[in-house]
């Protein structure tokens, strides 16, 4: 789908939603439905109360439509991580299963949640140190509650590559159609994206291709500024591209739109509110079956003001406000799902870091939100 930028910038609006009007009528991997609140705050926000690291990446997924799987920090760790230094242990922490029906929170093992997808999880943790004074490092997978434990990859072994958005294990090096161009990872059955030439020759202004595993490519109509990432929502069956706010970043300044990848390789659309993107410039997103559930999680205000930082669901023109501060994790890995939030196999339900007052102090833990709240 191809928009023109060769207007006004009014007229160029305007031309934008009448062709993104009129790609509402083919059949689409998802649909919001039901009713969208009336104002600000309109939904329970259930807390773990479990403390979680602020500033390293905290992985946290569904292994159902009530149970949420994170990373948790254990008695005694400090909340700021920093950089690993020589003789750190490696995969510090704890894995906590937090029922969010029930309220109930177990630890489930010690580490750190690796990947989690359907009920399948994998773990790293140290298991002790060697003779030689080695951490000796361990991974639990397999089905939740039936996993094999066994010692993690080393020098040697058979090349593996594990699929970055399902957790599927596969045999042989990861797929690399072209090593001189930046590529991030779809589903093994997808392909990959590519951004174009590494290096002094890359530009922001590049269209981005999929790259099929068959060879086939597929020239998508956006540019690789447009796309800083790719992050699948397994309910909808679709690919997120855009995670971070650019339309502030041009000058004459653009609407903001959120590309939509689907499988098959068609690229939609789905315009902000002016409202909203006027406003707000750094965003995570992810599908919620009411609407997208946006997270501006304040980066750049570590001093706390929390502005308009927060979480809005967003449809259409209407945008509701659903809590404040920092939602989600500080740096977003562009290669793979972990954005500090996740959203249950329903479509539902929302699970997300979040902490309030000074970034760097504060507590920061695993709350969730149901946007499906009162059907």
Same mark, same amino acid.
């Given at each position: 789908?191809?928009?023109?930028?060769?207007?006004?910038?009014?007229? /160029?609006?305007? #031309? @934008?939603?009448? @062709?993104?009007?009129?790609?509402?009528?083919? %059949? /689409?991997?998802? &649909?919001?439905?039901?009713?969208?609140?009336? !104002? *600000?705050?309109?939904?329970?926000?259930?807390?773990?109360?479990?403390?979680?690291?602020?500033?390293?990446?905290?992985?946290?997924?569904?292994?159902? +439509? &009530?149970?949420?799987?994170?990373?948790?920090?254990?008695?005694?760790?400090? /909340?700021?991580?920093?950089?690993?230094?020589?003789?750190?242990?490696?995969?510090?922490?704890? %894995?906590?299963?937090? *029922? $969010?029906? $029930?309220g109930e929170v177990k630890e489930y093992s010690p580490g750190r949640l690796w990947c989690s997808y359907k009920g399948y999880v994998s773990i790293f943790y140290t298991a002790g140190v060697s003779a030689d004074g080695k951490y000796i490092i361990r991974v639990r997978s397999g089905q939740f509650g039936h996993e094999q434990d066994k010692p993690a990859w080393k020098t040697g072994d058979p090349k593996l590559h594990a699929d970055v958005h399902t957790c599927a294990i596969n045999d042989g090096p990861t797929f690399n159609p072209d090593p001189s161009h930046v590529l991030?990872?779809?589903? &093994?059955?997808?392909? %990959?994206?590519?951004?174009?030439?590494? !290096?002094?020759?890359?530009?922001?202004?590049?269209?981005?291709?999929?790259?099929?595993? +068959?060879g086939t490519r597929i020239e998508l109509p956006i540019k690789a500024r447009e796309a800083q990432g790719v992050w699948w929502n397994d309910w909808a069956g679709v690919y997120l591209l855009a995670q971070l706010r650019y339309g502030g970043f041009i000058s004459p300044r653009e609407p903001d739109t959120l590309p939509i990848l689907y499988p098959d390789g068609r690229l939609e659309r789905y315009p902000l509110p002016a409202s909203y993107w006027q406003r707000n410039e750094t965003s995570r997103v992810v599908l919620t079956k009411r609407g997208l559930f946006?997270?501006?999680?304040?980066?750049?205000?570590?001093?706390?003001?929390?502005? &308009?930082?927060?979480?809005?669901?967003?449809?259409? *023109?209407?945008?509701?406000?659903l809590v404040d501060w920092y939602v989600g994790n500080e740096h977003v890995d562009s290669r793979g799902t972990? /954005?500090?939030?996740? %959203?249950?196999?329903?479509?539902?339900?929302?699970? #997300?870091?979040h902490g309030e007052g000074l970034r760097y102090t504060t507590s920061h833990t695993i709350k969730m939100i149901n946007v499906c709240e009162g059907e």
């Open positions: 789908m191809k928009i023109a930028c060769t207007v006004y910038s009014a007229l /160029r609006t305007l #031309f @934008i939603c009448l @062709i993104l009007a009129s790609t509402t009528s083919q %059949v /689409r991997a998802f &649909e919001f439905e039901g009713p969208f609140p009336s !104002g *600000n705050y309109p939904f329970t926000v259930k807390g773990s109360g479990v403390e979680v690291q602020i500033d390293t990446d905290t992985k946290l997924e569904w292994l159902d +439509d &009530e149970r949420v799987i994170f990373t948790a920090l254990s008695p005694g760790q400090p /909340r700021l991580q920093g950089k690993p230094t020589p003789g750190q242990m490696p995969y510090a922490g704890r %894995v906590m299963v937090w *029922n $969010t029906r $029930t991030l990872h779809l589903r &093994e059955q997808d392909g %990959v994206l590519d951004f174009g030439p590494k !290096g002094k020759s890359y530009s922001a202004t590049q269209p981005v291709s999929v790259i099929r595993p +068959d946006v997270a501006n999680d304040g980066v750049g205000i570590p001093a706390g003001n929390k502005g &308009e930082s927060g979480a809005y669901l967003i449809r259409g *023109n209407s945008v509701a406000r972990h /954005r500090g939030i996740a %959203v249950s196999p329903n479509g539902c339900k929302v699970a #997300f870091k």
